[in-house]
């Protein structure tokens, strides 16, 4: 950082300690608030979430062959198989806005194109398995098939939509991380790697009682402390730690940062205002639902009852199902490390599709089928 750019903070930061209205009511509400959702974030989301889509990506990056993900990701592929793959991948995964993160910013790192990528980074939170059977068993029918069909279909139109406005004529497009080194491993032990590291984001995402839950947890942990002790080799293990880590430290800050804002400007969002309009079916309810949505941080699962309390107020079903796209793909904590994986030009274009596409998704749900 230069020392010009750096005193330029500096000053910034002494302004705003000295200018802090630290005894405004609405300030202490929006402090606590920030501070809330981080202990809950890092509580109920960073062990169990977070750590085990960090060790994932890192394993990505070094097990999987480029060329395996340029053949089934790449922006050369078939389109009916990567966006195909890229949406059903996405899917398996209960995972929100930001657990996903690590693992788009991995197969992007390996090559895969920016339309598939993007269609994996949609479809994780918003088409997740977990999230669309809560979805049919708290709001009902309709509105859970219209989720369905949506989130698919937006997912692919949203990758599609992004490749080509930004046409990639090399092999990954630009990216923001280096290049890590392949390492072989035998397909069995790779299998029961990848296997046990994925399913516990897929257990941790069920509805079971917590005592199995964390224990089916704790003993593919153990599967994978196995493997890596006994079934590799130490230069292999160091290698899949230091990638790990490579993602942990530039992805986690940015993360945290995100929360922090989110909650700190949650209290200050008129939840009356925002309760009438979203009342009527009209591009501008669908549109505030979608932006509303796209910006807060929605916890896994935590989508539908908020949902459920709003409808109960009063909101329509057609800004109903517009948050509901928005609001899983995207947070603001999101937001920040899409940008450092794809650059802010991507991530704006990126951010407006999405908003854009929940919008029509929920006019159409809104005010023709339902």
């Known amino acids: 950082m230069k020392d010009k750019t750096f005193f330029l903070l500096l000053i910034l930061f002494f302004l705003g300690l000295y200018f802090m209205p630290i005894n405004n009511p609405i300030f202490k509400e929006s402090l606590y608030s920030a501070f809330f959702l981080l202990h809950d ?65 991995s197969i992007r790192k390996r090559g895969a194109g920016l339309g598939p990528a993007i269609t994996f980074l949609f479809s994780g939170p918003a088409i997740n398995i977990a999230a669309i059977f809560l979805t049919f068993s708290v709001l009902g029918f309709s509105i859970g098939l219209a989720r369905v069909v949506s989130a698919v279909g937006l997912s692919i139109i949203v990758g599609l939509s992004m490749a080509l406005i930004f046409k990639e004529k090399s092999e990954g497009g630009p990216l923001y991380f280096e290049e890590s080194s392949e390492v072989s491993v035998s397909s069995r032990v790779l299998i029961a790697f990848f296997f046990s590291l994925v399913m516990i984001l897929v257990v941790n995402g069920l509805t079971i009682g917590t005592t199995l839950k964390y224990s089916i947890m704790v ?49 200050l969002i008129p939840q009356q205002l925002i309760e009438q309009i979203v009342g009527k079916n009209n591009i501008f309810g669908n549109l505030i639902a979608s932006i509303f949505g796209a910006f807060m941080y929605f916890s896994t699962l935590t989508e539908i009852p908020i949902l459920q309390a709003l409808i109960s107020k009063g909101m329509s079903n057609g800004p109903a199902l517009a948050l509901l796209l928005s609001g899983p793909s995207l947070s603001l904590p999101n937001m920040l490390v899409i940008r450092r994986v794809l650059g802010s030009k991507r991530t704006l274009v990126y951010v407006l599709l999405v908003i854009l596409y929940s919008t029509v998704a929920g006019l159409i749900f809104g005010n023709l089928v339902y």
């Open 219 to 267: 003993l593919l942990a153990l599967v994978v402390a196995f493997i890596t002790l006994f079934k590799l080799s130490r230069e292999t293990s160091k290698s899949w730690l230091n990638e790990t880590w490579f993602f942990g430290k530039t992805l986690i800050p940015l993360l945290f940062m995100g929360v922090f804002v989110a909650g700190f400007i949650m209290p």
């Open 41 to 105: 974030y890092a509580r109920l989301h960073v062990l169990t979430c977070l750590v085990p889509a960090m060790f994932i990506a890192g394993a990505i990056s070094i097990f999987v062959k480029k060329d395996v993900v340029l053949k089934y990701l790449g922006s050369e592929s078939s389109k009916l198989c990567s966006y195909s793959i890229a949406s059903i991948s996405g899917s398996i995964l209960a995972v929100c806005s930001c657990t996903i993160l690590p693992l788009f910013a």
